[in-house]
Each structure stands twice: as C-alpha cells, then as structure tokens.
C-alpha cells in the first residue's frame, strides 16, 4: 500500500473505533433517543451520535476529502469534480459511511434492557451474541450491527473498516489482505493497520460446492412488509422466479456492509452461499464489499481474484425516492477507461444527496459456474478495478 492509502486506512481506523468507544460508553436512553435537530426525522441518537463523530474525525484528519454518510448526505461537497481516467490526480477522495447499520435490529434490542443501562456493559455480556443470532440472524460475526467507513481514491476502492458491535471484532479489507480483529478491552486508540496485521486472523473467501444448489443460495435485502420495489426489483432482473427465489434465498432482512462476509470463512461451511445481492440499496449498503472484491485472492491460486462483481440493469428499473434502482450503464457510477473500471466520483457528487445512490450488484465466488454464466446471458458488467 502507498503511504497515503496507509495513513487514510489509519484514520478511518481511529475515527470508526472512536465512534465505537462512545456509542459504547453511552446508555440505552441515550441510545434510543430521537434527535430531532439532526438528520433525518426518524433520527436515533445511536445513527447521530456515531455519525457525527466520525465526520468530525475524518475532517480532522483531511478537510478537503468528502464524506457521504447516511444521516446528512454529505460533508466537503463541490460540484466541480468531472471524470478525467487520463488525470487521476483530479480524483476526489470520498469515504463513505454507515454509522449504524441494522439499526432497526439494534432499537428493537436495546429496547428489552433498562434505560439506564450502559451500552458496552450490554456488549460485554456473554449471552449477548446469543440472543441476537436467535433474534436477528446466525453467525452473529455477519449479522451484527456494525459501523463502517470505506473509502474510494483516484476512482478505486482502497479499503474498508467495518466494527461489529455484537461480537466487538473489527473487519478490515485493504492491498495488505483482509483480517478479522477481536477488539481489546483496552488501549483501542493505538489499534492501526499494523497492529491488525499482527493481531488480527485472516479472512478467506473458499470457493462454492459445485452443487447447484449451493451456486444459487443467495442472501439479499428484500425489503420489509409493505415496502414496494425490493421484491419487484429482484424479480425483474431475471436471475430466479418467485418460486426459486422462496427455496434459495439464505436470508433476507441481511445488514448491508458485513453482507459480502457471507461469502467468507466466517459463514459456516455446512450452508455455503453462492452469491450476495446489493437488491437496489443505496450505496452506503454496498460500498463496503467493494475492497473485499478487489483484494480477496483464490485460496487455490493467489495470483487470482476469489470473488467476482457483476453490475444488474434492466430495460426499465425500479426506482426508490426517484432514484433508479439498478443502474444502466450510461448511468452507472462504474465508467470503463482501457479496460479498468473506475467509480466516478463526479457523478456521485452531482446529486443532493450521494447517499441515495442506488445499484444492483452482484458478488460471487470466482468458481461460481452459475452465477457468472447467467450474469453473462443477460449482459451484465463484470467490474474489475
């Protein structure tokens, strides 16, 4: 990794972790308090409080980059960025973050315990990893709530930090490798890539059974009652019929950043999955997989990738708050140059709000036969960085 990539990895490090530490110190009362000033209107303090802290420490740390983030949309917004792959030096650097994703999940969670109770002390309890997978989805590795920061230089992902507060691990995915860390009791403040490095397990992304019925087991978003266009979206792309979507899909109310860990040495290999899908979800869901694709490596060969990334589009999207859903690829924030993709970052930053960017991805084992040949049949873009 470049010494800038490096530092900028240090520094969403240190912003997530302290984001982390004072959610942590704060009380369930706190934490479930609406916060009217700010935000959106149905604003917690446990979306807010992280939010704000780590936009305060990214700016800290670089005033000129920008960060889109859930709550607000954006920080350090200019509207003079245009896409020029011959000048990546006129690239912005963009971190994007989910303060709190499944924040649903943790509301309803926190709620049973008293309001007076402190958040870390509800963490630390040993059964708490045990009671969420029993509500909220198994392994609680992958399903917890978390907080993640990525961040995109000169057009490319460069890496991605996501905190599990459930299980306390962080994940991070960058050029020195992908690792999972059990967070300290102590002394988190000196936590930075090569502490992770040293400390952390590495995660692996094996390849799929060829049984295909593990090619097709998938896990994707499909929306909650009454939330039309999730189901519709994914029905419209061609992949399954409704039928097969009911006897493939692993789980459907997934959290966004952690999904593509689906795919990873932390899903049990008893129920291997075949593919995660970004269902038309904004793109604070999916940006964090992004790292994963580019840096995981074949277990068989590591001069190969291990996972592949195909863009969905279709003839006539679904659209969310007016934003297409699956993105064509005049349209896309993918734009090719000499046979690289780059995000163009100008067209993120051209809309009021960048965090309501929407697309439909799909990431696979690079073994998955059939999910790359029918991504193929139906011309979708395989992205590579």
Sequence with gaps: MQGVEVSHLNAAISAVL????DFTNSTVEDALRKVATYGKKDTLGMDAGPEITICEELARYDSGAVVITEEIGSK????SDTFRPNEPHTFRTVFICDPTDRSNQLKAFLAKFPKEMRIGDIFADPETKCKWESEFGAPA?????????SCIRR????????VNYITQEMMVSCAAGNRILKLPDEHQ????????RTN??????PGIDWDTKSMRRFVSFMGDTGKLGYRENFLDSGLMNEAQMKEFIHYEKPGGPSRVLYLSSLQPCSTPVGFVLANGEKIGEWIHWLPFVQFARSQ????QPALVLYEVFQDRPWTKEGVLMSTPPNYSIFREHDGKFFIDTSRLLQMPNPSKFRSTIIIAPCDNRWAMRLSSQFGYRPIKF
């Excluded at 992902?157 to 996501?162: C, D, E, G, L």
């Design 18 to 21: 302290l984001a982390y530490r």
């Design 76 to 79: 350090g917004l200019m509207f």
């Design 141 to 149: 590795s992958i399903a917890g709530a978390t907080s993640a920061i």
């Design 155 to 162: 057009g490319v992902p460069i890496f991605a930090v996501i």
């Design 189 to 196: 403040d000196l936590i930075d890539l090569a502490y992770v």
């Design 200 to 205: 952390g397990e590495p995660i692996s992304f």
């Design 300 to 303: 068989d060969d590591d001069s």
